[in-house]
């Protein structure tokens, strides 16, 4: 599917209708979504990591890789892959591993080994090298991780989202920030702003009006069906 399509999706939206991408895991999942109706999708990389047997964060990048093919090719929708920080790849070689799999935009961290935040200047000097890379051909999410490394200022995470757009990110994604902060980013960012999903968090709508422009779940879906599975084995042996 055409990154243009995927791209459109993030413009002209009505505040309480934001983008939903739910995360698939696999191909069955993915085509579980599809068909019921979702215009693209978005791999957790953690949702991944679990149906293949890894903690999060432990995937060996090829099976990374060869798990979002097999997405992308069950479905007729747009996908795009989480791939972490990139797992060490040079801008070249990760461009071309992403558009090997038919996946048309990437989520992309800013936490480095450790879980430590890299240096936003240096981050965004990455983006801007995947970016000329890839050109046009890939939507590039910046994933920004203050929120979740304890860093609660949100001018922490407004400022390594400004550099990450001036570095051609297409998207912003500020994971764990807190609704109440979602206000401030959405004035002081442009351009469209990825919102997480978590048990607990405002409905789908408010987040749209509190500044979301597409929403994102991680591993919650898995998690949810996870708990579904169990209940399911637990009447096996009732």
Known sequence: MSVNTFRALHHDRAPEDPLVLPGPWDAASARVFADAGFPALAT???GVAASLGYKDGETPA???FAAVARIVRSV????SADIEAGYGLAPKELVARVLDTGAVGVNLEDSGPGKVLVDPHRQAAWLAEVRAEAGDALFINARVDTFIRGVTDP???IERALLYVDAGADCVYPIGAPAEALPRLREAVPG????GKAPGSPPVPELGRLGATRIT???GLLLRTLDAVRDIAASLRA
Do not use: K, L
């Open 155 to 157: 001018r922490a995470a």
């Open 217 to 219: 779940f991680g591993p």
């Open 76 to 79: 007729d929708v747009p996908v």
């Open 192 to 195: 469209p702003i990825n919102v």
């Open 44 to 46: 957790p990389s953690a």
């Open 62 to 64: 090829d099976e990374m």
